[in-house]
């Protein structure tokens, strides 16, 4: 694993972590990889409907740079690749699950419709209007 180039100086704690999950694609990988475990890099792609697979491949390696991603390659034809969570990875869940009941409060405050996607990866639907059960527990 490389050094990451992200090494302050900061401001504080805050401007620390999300010097880290910054970017629209790093905290819904990081709930990926939580709800589903170990995932190849199609199935990501798949369950983040709306992602390039620029800006994946650009995301995970940065994760992988800060520690919170582990990618292990398989040798073998084709090539298999396979991403899960570092310990690090883990502890920043944790500490984005208070964050993720934020969010989940203010859709259901606001009545913002709710995404949900298919466990085939299917284009993602509309559901409800919020009632709670969003993406907390990041």
């Keep these: 694993m490389t050094k990451s180039a992200r090494r302050g100086p900061y401001f504080c704690g805050i401007d620390a972590a999300m010097d880290v999950v910054a970017g629209k694609w790093k905290s819904l990988i990081l709930w990926e990889l939580h709800h589903h475990g170990t995932r190849r890099f199609a199935e990501l ?39 899960s969570l570092t310990e690090q990875g883990v502890s920043l869940n944790a500490a984005l699950a208070s ?28 559901t409800t209007r919020a009632q709670g059960g969003g993406r907390s527990g990041t």
Excluded: F, N
């Design 45 to 83: 792609r798949r369950g983040l409907p709306g992602v390039s697979e620029k800006m994946l491949i650009q995301h995970l390696r940065e994760m992988e740079e800060d520690g919170l991603v582990y990618r292990e390659v398989y040798r073998e034809v084709p090539p298999k690749v396979e991403y």
């Design 99 to 126: 964050l993720g009941e934020w969010g989940t409060e203010r859709m259901r405050r606001i009545g913002a419709e709710k995404v949900s996607v298919g466990r085939d990866g299917s284009q993602p639907m509309v």
